[in-house]
């Protein structure tokens, strides 16, 4: 495609529910990274993919967490038994090269836990 | 400590004055530095890049890196309102793997 797309953009969600969040990344980058913004806040690093692996996922707050991407492509961020501090703007950004540049965003998936 | 430190702001500036944005970083094994601008309620979106020492300049835009003392600044010249923004530092560090790492932003306003 011809930018990041990420889905679903809005999702309201009850606490102890459990939720996907996908990204599609730019055709051909191989790099594919997972931040969060809280209200007012910078960009928390989650979880980054190199192809299929993911050699640094530190950032992950809790085993509630995982991150998963197949085919070198697509990305899924899976939340279980949500609460309400993880209520904030999930970003993806992919990358063409490993240690260079530029991460290009899609617009987010701004996730409500009730 | 936060691998990369901002000055939240708020910052404000005159139409046509010089803004000026800084960003301290931790690691030195940092060797890629970015600017992104994020709009209110918009994705980050890069506007410079510069991994050596001394001055990168495109338009109105100057990055200013200086390894040793683990700052990078970002000067926005004759100021429009139309760049008012959150401006993030991001910091690659390659040593470790391939993180980038945001500062928290600064806020920047320009006033007509």
């Known amino acids: 495609g011809a930018g990041v797309s990420q889905s679903p953009s809005n999702k309201v969600t009850e606490k102890g529910k459990d939720v996907e969040l996908r990204c599609d990344p730019i055709?051909?980058?191989?790099?594919l990274y997972w931040y969060r913004q809280s209200l007012g806040q910078g960009l928390e690093f989650l979880i980054y993919?190199?192809?299929?692996?993911?050699?640094?996922k530190s950032g992950l707050p809790s085993d509630r967490f995982s991150a998963e991407r197949t085919g070198g492509s697509v990305s899924t961020l899976t939340i279980q038994r949500t609460q309400q501090e993880d209520s904030a703007v999930y970003l993806c950004?992919?990358?063409?090269?490993?240690?260079?540049?530029?991460?290009?965003f899609g617009e987010g998936s701004r996730l409500t836990v009730l | 400590q936060k691998e990369v430190e901002q000055n939240s702001g708020p910052l404000s500036v005159p139409e046509g004055a010089i803004a000026s944005l800084n960003c301290t970083y931790s690691?030195?094994?940092?060797?890629?530095f970015f600017w992104y601008r994020q709009y209110s309620g918009k994705s980050p979106e890069l506007i410079m890049f510069?991994?050596?020492?001394g001055d990168k300049e495109d338009g109105r835009f100057t990055a200013q890196l200086n390894k040793a003392s683990q700052y990078v600044s970002l000067l926005i010249r004759d100021s429009q309102p139309s760049d008012s923004a959150t401006y993030l530092c991001?910091?690659?560090?390659?040593?470790?793997?391939?993180?980038?790492?945001f500062g928290t932003g600064t806020s920047l306003t320009v006033i007509p």
């Open positions: 950004a992919s990358s063409q090269r490993v240690n260079t540049g530029e991460l290009f």
């Open positions: 055709s051909g980058h191989t790099a």
């Open positions: 993919f190199q192809g299929n692996s993911a050699p640094d």
């Open positions: 690691d030195r094994g940092s060797q890629s």
């Open positions: 510069i991994y050596s020492n």
């Open positions: 991001a910091v690659n560090i390659h040593l470790t793997g391939n993180q980038f790492y």
